[in-house]
């Protein structure tokens, strides 16, 4: 088990057939997830093919998360939270600027990416919207209108994925207020 520290992240490589468990260890934290094949980190994980082939927004046990190539990526094997994101991209500095104009500005998710990312290859102009592990961002299906609300995972919800490809992952314990309920918490993970 490895701890992702609050407002944190990393990248590692992940063999193909490998599983990844994501574990909110404390409840209520997100994490930004981020997958590039190993071979051609062109090839990156994409929030439009993952619905187009889906069929939903509401991703979990039994889904796969598919590259801008239109190949799986990752395969969801087991969600005991069942409430993720992917359609929000991951917090920045602009986003801090925006949102919380009253807040100490952080690099966010976007800047922890770049910086963990950057020993692949990997530039920020190259990251994409995140799989936002735990993320609760309800769409209101008549106007269209999102909101960011508290995540609803526990102590101990995790989410375990497995690799369609060898992957290089970028994950983080997200840094926006609103996403984690106004507080910052770690990230555990599991390569198996």
Known sequence: MTRIPPRSGTAFELAKGASLTVI???GSQVSDLLAYNAQDVREA????RTFDYEETLHLSTGN???SNRS????SIVEDTVRRHDFLLTPCSTATFEHFYPDKP???GCFGNLAEALEPYGIGPDDIPTAFNVFMNVPVDGESGLIAVKPPVSKAGDRIVLRAEMDLIIGLTACSAYD??????KPIDYELG
């Open 45 to 48: 994980i994409s929030n439009g």
């Open 179 to 184: 996403s984690n309920g106004g507080s910052f």
């Open 24 to 26: 909110d260890p404390e």
């Open 105 to 107: 500005v952080h690099r």
């Open 71 to 74: 190949n799986p990526m990752l």
């Open 64 to 66: 796969r998360l598919w």
